[in-house]
């Protein structure tokens, strides 16, 4: 099983809908949870940091699921810009650093 | 402000030759990670120092070597290039190595064919 484990996709959605992805993670002891968009052939960007209580910025919300350990992303009233490959980071700091990627969910707003 | 910038690239070797990829963090940032990332799949992690020191290391075999120097600058080397090295080299920084510090940006990377 992976440690970190996010739907491939493509999620092909029209513009100005709602969509929500999900990331699973396996070690209960992971501390910093992160999203990340990559576009086609550029670096990872940070998208938004993920916190027990939930936080928002504008059209998008992510939230933390200690118990289920899960991390979930909602982008609402998508735009074609939005389209990109969204990741899940997870990281844990026991007596060395360890930073998880998942593979990333493909997202395709479509006009 | 300069972001994280890596060197070279672009980078072609042939199998079984050494490479040497270069990192310069953002002004500030005490920790530079390395992750390596083919195609359909997210990055994965190789080594992360912090003050110098090596604080994480990935499942990666010991032909990946990496160091930081004292301005915080890393260089990420792998000997005995094979095929399947053949990916995306990412670094990153970040402030510190752990907790609320430990947030990644991440420079353009360095795309290595090894031939």
């Known amino acids: 099983r992976k440690e970190v484990e996010q739907d491939p996709g493509p999620f092909n959605v029209p513009e100005g809908a709602t969509v929500a992805f999900n990331c699973t993670y396996s070690?209960?002891?992971?501390?910093?949870f992160f999203w990340y968009r990559q576009d086609c052939r550029k670096e990872p960007k940070l998208l938004m940091s993920?916190?027990?209580s939930g936080n928002e910025d504008g059209r998008f919300t992510a939230q933390l699921n200690r118990a289920s350990q899960y991390i979930s992303l909602l982008i609402r009233d998508s735009k074609l810009s939005d389209s990109a490959t969204y990741l899940c980071?997870?990281?844990?700091?026991?007596?060395?650093?360890?930073?998880?990627f998942g593979s990333g969910t493909r997202l395709s707003i479509q006009p | 402000d300069a972001g994280v910038t890596q060197s070279p690239t672009h980078l072609i070797k042939t199998r079984g030759q050494h490479v040497t990829l270069r990192c310069s963090p953002i002004s500030g940032h005490k920790s530079v990670s390395w992750y390596q990332q083919v195609l359909g799949q997210g990055p994965q992690f190789i080594f992360q120092y912090y003050e110098k020191e090596e604080r994480g290391r990935g499942n990666f075999p010991d032909r990946f070597s990496a160091r930081q120097f004292p301005n915080y600058s890393s260089e990420l080397n792998v000997n005995a290039l094979l095929l399947g090295d053949s990916a995306l080299y990412l670094c990153?920084?970040?402030?510190?190595?752990?907790?609320?510090?430990?947030?990644?940006?991440f420079g353009p990377g360095t795309r290595l064919t090894v031939l």
């Open positions: 990153a920084s970040s402030l510190g190595a752990s907790g609320a510090s430990d947030t990644q940006y």
């Open positions: 070690n209960s002891a992971s501390q910093s």
């Open positions: 993920v916190y027990s």
């Open positions: 980071v997870v990281t844990q700091y026991s007596n060395a650093s360890k930073i998880i």
